[in-house]
């Protein structure tokens, strides 16, 4: 079996927010690369990426350029082919544009995978679990009113779900009581028993982060959130050695060699990786690897078709980030129930574009 053609398009998603029905802004749009793979068995994988913002066009060229030098490999040899683009991308990596495209590419490799080997891609990963808890991303965003992000939490216990998360470092440079009081009231609303974490968005200094997060502990945070700028190793560590609630942090970095840095300084007691940033399955699995060493447990952030599959297949997995956006790329995508997604039992990753995303890659 050998790759016989990469096709990409972008795909503008209207920025809707379905989980508690929040306001949306006319016309935004989240754009997405998809790519597919096809091989010679006519096997077909399919891969995701984005944060081009907008450098989105360039980031699709990305994936073609290194996707024409995949042709011919066996899509089995995901390091070859790894080594192989990084090579010829010559120094333009190791972060930005390169890792986003190769991650698509690499996806789509192990879709390809799963399928040639009739495997679910969380068995053929590890298969450590079925069923995985799942929490609320997006609902709760710092961008709403105090009112609305009540309302909306409110919501999502109504609609089961038993873990979500909010955001704070609010807009136009609040008070830290403010802060806290946003936190109390949603903790209100939500009840004793509900996981809830927050996430700064790198937004805070250290001194905020101490100051504020010291008044958040009696609400019982189930994680607060890259609390200042990401590769602040040492301020981070600081934090986390600091406060009570546990620290998450690992979204923002590119490739693997990062979070070496990151958990030897014991900045996150939480690692969250994000499948686009580290460069695809491959090497995320290496960072779940790297902080199970650590004794640590990792987290997803967004793309929860195919987060499933990782958490899923690995014994430090915590709970998957339910975050709506890519679910609409797919025909039949896994939705959680209850707090909970199930793993796909398809082989591959599960996943089918939908018919109208599936026309525009052409023949
Ligand atoms: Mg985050």
Known sequence: MKI???????????????????KTVPGATRDIVVAKILTTDGIEGVGVTFFGAAMTGALKVAVDELGALAVGSNPHHVEHIADKLRQAAGTSGPGGLFTLALSAIDTALWDIRGKALGLPLASLLGGYRDC??????????????????VAAAGRLVERGWSAMKTQLALPGGTEPEQEVDRIRRIREVIG???????DINQRWTVPEAFSIGERLEPYHLHWLEDVTTCDDYQGLARVASKLKTPIAGGEYLYGIAPFRQMLEARSVDIVMIDLVRVGGITQWMKVAGMAEAFNLPVVSHLIPEVHV?????????????YMPWT???????PMPQRG?????????LGLVFTKAIDAGFGR
């Open 4 to 22: 016989e053609r990469v096709a990409s398009q972008i795909v503008r998603l209207p920025a809707d927010e379905p989980l508690a029905d929040g």
């Open 132 to 149: 995985v808890p799942a929490y609320a991303s997006g609902a709760l965003m710092r961008t709403q009113s105090l009112d609305e992000v």
């Open 192 to 198: 004793p028993q509900v996981r809830l974490m927050c």
């Open 309 to 321: 599959h990782l958490i899923a297949a690995i014994p430090n997995g915590h709970i998957v980030e």
């Open 327 to 333: 679910r609409s790329l797919f025909e039949d995508p």
């Open 340 to 348: 909970s997604m199930a793993v796909p039992s398809k082989p591959g």
